[in-house]
């Protein structure tokens, strides 16, 4: 029996990541191919206070069903996050809770996005991203990145020229990059929105894993009072998967009021609601102030990890790979040489690499167009700095 599903799901695959996982169940393997948080490092005791606090406080909210736009207590606490961040002007009727930032994104596909309409995107991006807005008809263009974000000039001239319903960016130690925009760039980018009245979805879920004492430059959100006109053309979407608990499943977008009204709506129509269960914990989570210190826990080690794989790298495969040192993050961005007859092609050398027991995701479904196959992502946060030199030393022996 052949089912008549739809046309759209002509244009989408299953994600090329989640068929790996399924390679990785040989004992032993060191795997870099994951994009999760290192679930050691949760703050486990202090989402626990925070559940009993919600049951404490508010149980009948907590337990029961919610606004669509979301639980009050936590988008006060979200517009408080955003306003440290440097959005100086955020009020919580501004924002919506999503579950998770996906979510977000897909809701940007229905309410944006039909059959044949042209959205741009890095070139590497965020796989799921690619996938969801090809869902809903997309013809996806490519913006080429470098170790300092997306190329403005290039991307000026691609809205020029393609006219597309929305620009999709993560400027902040991006996935798969590790690419940060730079301010300079940052500001392009809000100046190309308010000219070409063109939709910029800023996308930040690493933002607040910065190594170093110094933060990225702030958000295109908080740059765009700098840049008259370019508000209403932005859309930003955030998450606590990555700096609280991804199970948590809490997400956030704002955006101008007309296209946050049609993306309340078509929440709506998917899940009512984010979990309100969900939200009135992380609610109180981040009014308990735990949040600062368990950030910084979770830069320390990554930094160290970060700095750890960049070093046996370069001792392990020398000049057979090239690749920028991430400020932040959880993606080491490389690219295979082919130096001293080594391996160039990814995809072989993620085979090799699994029979020596490491795994990471070669890179071109990463790209929306024009892929290139020498490119690979590794993932540095799930991993002790021992795990890390032992499976790049792996690496190098497969290569």
Request: include cysteine; aromatic fraction near 8%; proline fraction near 7%.
């Amino acid at each position: 029996m052949s089912l008549p599903f739809a046309d759209r799901l002509n244009n989408v695959e299953t994600s090329a990541i989640r068929e790996l996982f399924k390679l990785l169940g040989k004992p032993g393997i060191i795997s870099f191919a994951g994009g999760f948080p290192d679930s050691a490092m949760f703050d486990v005791a202090g989402i626990q206070q925070a559940v009993n606090a919600a049951l404490a406080e508010e149980p009948g909210a907590a337990l029961q069903y919610g606004a669509t736009e979301g639980h009050e207590p936590l988008r006060t606490q979200l517009a408080e996050f955003m306003r440290r961040k440097g959005v100086g002007d955020i009020e919580p009727q501004q924002l919506m809770v999503t579950t998770g930032s996906q979510q977000a994104l897909d809701l940007l596909g229905k309410t944006m996005i039909g059959p044949g309409d042209k959205v741009i995107v890095e070139g590497p991006t965020f796989l799921a991203t690619i996938q969801c807005f090809r869902l809903y008809g997309a013809d996806l263009v490519s913006a080429p990145v470098d170790a300092h974000g997306v190329d403005t000039d290039r991307l000026e001239q691609l809205v020029a020229e393609h006219k597309p319903k929305l620009v999709y960016l993560i400027p902040s130690f991006g996935n798969p990059s590790g690419a940060l925009l730079t301010r300079e760039r940052r500001m392009k980018v809000l100046e190309i929105a308010a000219k070409y009245k063109t939709l910029v979805v800023e996308d930040d879920p690493y933002g607040e894993l910065y190594f170093g004492s110094e933060p990225p430059p702030p958000s295109m959100l908080a740059l765009s009072k700098d840049v008259p006109g370019s508000r209403e053309w932005l859309a930003y979407c955030g998450s606590l998967s990555k700096v609280l608990s991804p199970g948590l499943r809490v997400g956030w977008m704002i955006a101008p009021p007309e296209l946050l009204a049609k993306a309340v709506m078509c929440k709506q129509f998917s899940d009512a609601h984010t979990s309100t269960f969900a939200q009135a914990t992380a609610a109180q989570y981040l009014k308990s102030g735990r949040m600062p210190a368990a950030l910084q826990t979770v830069r320390t080690a990554y930094a160290e990890r970060a700095l750890a794989m960049g070093k046996a790298l370069k001792r392990e495969l020398g000049d057979a790979i090239e690749f920028t040192q991430p400020q932040g993050g959880m993606f080491f961005w490389a690219k295979l040489t082919g130096a001293g007859g080594k391996v160039k092609d990814a995809a072989e050398l993620a085979k090799r690499a699994i029979e020596q027991g490491v795994a990471f995701v070669p890179g071109t479904p990463f790209y929306a167009t024009e892929p290139d196959p020498s490119t690979l992502r590794l993932s540095f946060a799930t991993a002790d700095v021992g795990k890390i030199e032992e499976g790049v030393g792996r690496l190098g022996r497969a290569i």
